[in-house]
């Protein structure tokens, strides 16, 4: 048996055995990847480090991705945000967003409709 199929077959006895060593470490005072001393919350000062710049590159890689998918519905006449098709008036968002855009606004307060009397 693999250790993937052990892990598949005890998942759970396997996350709670985790779950109690990072507790054990968190009430200790250590770090619950290298078990040096915590500085903050549960993590030594180079753990924390690394674990803030893979949340910063994960967060750029996301912005990076987004770009990518609406820059490819432009190229293909789809609307900017939810990618339906254009109409030809249409030049960047389909009727639906801007109205539901509009909406929102409405709802919100921000945007406020004259009634003519």
């Known amino acids: 048996m693999s250790s993937r199929d052990y892990y598949v077959l005890h998942r759970d006895a396997v996350i709670a055995r985790a779950k109690r060593y990072q507790q054990s470490h968190r009430e200790a005072g250590m770090c619950i990847f290298c078990s040096n001393p915590a500085i903050k919350r549960s993590y030594c000062e180079s753990c924390e480090r690394k674990l803030n ?38 030049t960047k968002y389909c009727i639906t ?21």
Not at 61 to 89: E, S, T, V, W
Not at 103 to 116: D, M, R, S
Request: overall charge positive; aromatic content about 10%.
């Open 53 to 90: 710049e893979r949340a910063r590159s994960k967060r750029a890689y996301n912005i990076k991705l987004q770009r990518q998918y609406k820059q490819f519905r432009l190229a293909h006449n789809q609307c900017y945000n939810c990618g339906a098709p254009l109409m030809d008036d249409e």
């Open 97 to 117: 967003c801007k109205v539901g855009w509009s909406h929102n606004a409405v709802v919100k307060g921000v945007l406020k409709y004259e009634t003519a009397d």
